[in-house]
């Protein structure tokens, strides 16, 4: 890609109550920002999600999202990986690419 610089995204998703868990990992890993979406609604191994509050906003799902260079990267997914055999949750990674690298430095 012209002027493109690759990276590695990482998209986790888990319940609203092990996301600050998840957040610490991501900047644990050196990433200098991430984008949380909450409310995030689907349907998987644990059944349907809705993106709506029931009770509290635990009983949601959250999405987190983050890009790191390509070689800061094993580190958080290994510690994902790890948290996950605990918590219910996906995690997927993708080779991406930016416009402003100096942005995840």
């Known amino acids: 890609m012209h002027g493109m610089t690759p990276m590695t995204k990482v998209e986790i998703i888990v319940p609203a109550r092990n996301a600050p868990a998840m957040r610490e990992l991501i900047t644990a890993a050196g990433a200098t920002g991430y984008t949380s979406v909450s409310g995030v609604s689907g349907i998987g191994h644990g059944g349907q999600h809705c993106g709506t509050l029931l009770f509290n906003d635990f009983d949601t799902l959250t999405m987190l999202i983050t890009v790191l260079p390509e070689g ?34």
């Open 72 to 105: 800061r990267a094993g580190e958080l997914i290994s510690a994902v990986r790890e948290l996950l055999n605990s918590c219910s949750g996906v995690m997927f990674v993708t080779d991406t690419f930016v416009s402003r690298p100096d942005y995840f430095q």
